[in-house]
C-alpha cells in the first residue's frame, strides 16, 4: 500500500492478506507443530502446560528466524519497486519511507504507553479468541476450519485495532524483520525511531498473551471442569439407582 498509494491496495485488502496469510500457514503446518506462528501464542501454550518449555523455546527460534527470511524475500520480491519509489534512499519516516512495509512504527499521535496498551489488549483479544476456537469443552470450531477461522480473528482485529500501529500482535513478526531492515540498508534508525519503539511491539503481545490466557481460564477454562464433574456424577448416580457411586482412581505409571 505504501509503494502504490491506494492504486493497488487498500486498508482492508492488506488487513484481509494478513489474516489469510496466517490461514495458509496453519493449514500449511498445522499437522507438524500446531501451527504454531506467533511467540506470544507458544508462551500461552506453555503455561496452558501443553508443551515443554523446551519447546516453546525451539518454535519461538524458529518463527523468528522464519520472519527473518519472510522479510528478505519480501524486500527481494518487491526491489525494484522500493528503488522506483524511494530512489534507493531507504528511509524510516517521510513521504517516501519504506521501513513500515517489514515492521510496525507508531503513528505521530501514538505515545509509547498508548503503543503498549494497544498491543496487551489487541494481543488479549487474539489469544482470547484462539483458546475458544480451539478449547473442545467450548463451542470449538471444526478441526478442519480452526485455521481459516484463526485467519478471520486476525482480520478482525486489524481492522477494528489497527490504526495506532498497524497491529504487529506478535514479536517474531516484528522484530525480526526489523533485524533484517537495519542490516539491508535503513541503519539504526529503525529501532531509535518513535522513541525507541522497537521492544513495544515485542514486549507488548507477550504481556497481552499471558493476560488472554488468564482471563479466558478464570472466566471459561475452569468452568469446564466442574461441568463435566456434575454430569459425570448426574449420569453416576442415575445408573447406580440414585446412589453416588464412590470415585475410582486409576493408577497411572510415569516415567522420569
Same mark, same amino acid.
Not at 85 to 110: C, D, K, M, R
Not at 183 to 193: N, P, S, T, Y
Not at 203 to 229: C, K, N, R, W
Given at each position: 500500500?505504501?509503494?502504490?498509494?491506494?492504486?493497488?491496495?487498500?486498508?482492508?485488502?492488506?488487513?484481509?492478506?494478513? $489474516?489469510?496469510?496466517?490461514?495458509?500457514?496453519?493449514?500449511?503446518?498445522? $499437522?507438524?507443530?500446531?501451527?504454531?506462528?506467533?511467540?506470544?501464542?507458544?508462551?500461552?501454550?506453555?503455561?496452558?502446560?501443553?508443551?515443554?518449555?523446551?519447546?516453546?523455546?525451539?518454535?519461538?527460534?524458529?518463527?523468528?528466524?522464519?520472519?527473518?527470511?519472510?522479510?528478505?524475500?519480501?524486500?527481494?520480491?518487491?526491489?525494484?519497486?522500493?528503488?522506483?519509489?524511494?530512489?534507493?534512499?531507504?528511509?524510516?519516516?517521510?513521504?517516501?519511507?519504506?521501513? $513500515?512495509?517489514?515492521?510496525?512504527?507508531?503513528?505521530?499521535?501514538?505515545?509509547?504507553?498508548?503503543?503498549?496498551?494497544?498491543?496487551?489488549?489487541?494481543?488479549?483479544?487474539?489469544?482470547?479468541?484462539?483458546?475458544? =476456537?480451539?478449547?473442545?469443552?467450548?463451542?470449538?470450531?471444526?478441526?478442519?476450519?480452526?485455521?481459516?477461522?484463526?485467519?478471520?480473528?486476525?482480520?478482525?482485529?486489524?481492522?477494528?485495532?489497527?490504526?495506532?500501529?498497524?497491529?504487529?500482535?506478535?514479536?517474531?513478526?516484528?522484530?525480526?524483520?526489523?533485524?533484517?531492515?537495519?542490516?539491508a540498508g535503513w541503519g539504526l534508525e529503525v529501532f531509535r525511531a518513535g522513541d525507541n519503539w522497537w521492544w513495544v511491539p515485542v514486549l507488548g503481545p507477550m504481556i497481552g498473551?499471558?493476560?488472554?490466557?488468564?482471563?479466558?481460564?478464570?472466566? =471459561?477454562?475452569?468452568?469446564?471442569?466442574?461441568?463435566?464433574?456434575?454430569e459425570d456424577e448426574d449420569e453416576d448416580k442415575e445408573e447406580n439407582g440414585g446412589r453416588r457411586h464412590p470415585p475410582e482412581y486409576e493408577l497411572v505409571q510415569s516415567s522420569?
Amino acid at each position: 500500500m505504501e509503494l502504490s498509494g491506494t492504486a493497488k491496495a487498500q486498508f482492508l485488502s492488506v488487513n484481509m492478506a494478513f $489474516g489469510f496469510a496466517v490461514t495458509a500457514g496453519a493449514y500449511i503446518c498445522a $499437522g507438524v507443530s500446531g501451527a504454531h506462528l506467533n511467540p506470544a501464542v507458544s508462551l500461552s501454550m506453555f503455561l496452558l502446560q501443553k508443551m515443554s518449555g523446551r519447546l516453546m523455546l525451539v518454535y519461538c527460534l524458529a518463527q523468528f528466524l522464519g520472519s527473518f527470511v519472510g522479510a528478505s524475500l519480501v524486500f527481494a520480491l518487491y526491489f525494484d519497486a522500493l528503488h522506483a519509489y524511494s530512489g534507493g534512499n531507504w528511509t524510516v519516516y517521510g513521504p517516501q519511507a519504506t521501513a $513500515g512495509i517489514f515492521a510496525s512504527y507508531p503513528s505521530e499521535h501514538l505515545s509509547v504507553i498508548n503503543g503498549l496498551s494497544d498491543q496487551v489488549i489487541a494481543t488479549s483479544a487474539l489469544m482470547i479468541c484462539i483458546l475458544a =476456537i480451539i478449547d473442545e469443552d467450548n463451542n470449538a470450531a471444526p478441526r478442519g476450519l480452526q485455521p481459516f477461522v484463526i485467519g478471520l480473528v486476525v482480520l478482525l482485529v486489524g481492522l477494528s485495532m489497527g490504526f495506532n500501529c498497524g497491529y504487529p500482535i506478535n514479536p517474531a513478526r516484528d522484530l525480526a524483520p526489523r533485524i533484517f531492515t537495519s542490516f539491508a540498508g535503513w541503519g539504526l534508525e529503525v529501532f531509535r525511531a518513535g522513541d525507541n519503539w522497537w521492544w513495544v511491539p515485542v514486549l507488548g503481545p507477550m504481556i497481552g498473551g499471558v493476560i488472554g490466557t488468564f482471563l479466558y481460564e478464570i472466566l =471459561i477454562g475452569i468452568h469446564h471442569s466442574a461441568d463435566q464433574q456434575d454430569e459425570d456424577e448426574d449420569e453416576d448416580k442415575e445408573e447406580n439407582g440414585g446412589r453416588r457411586h464412590p470415585p475410582e482412581y486409576e493408577l497411572v505409571q510415569s516415567s522420569a
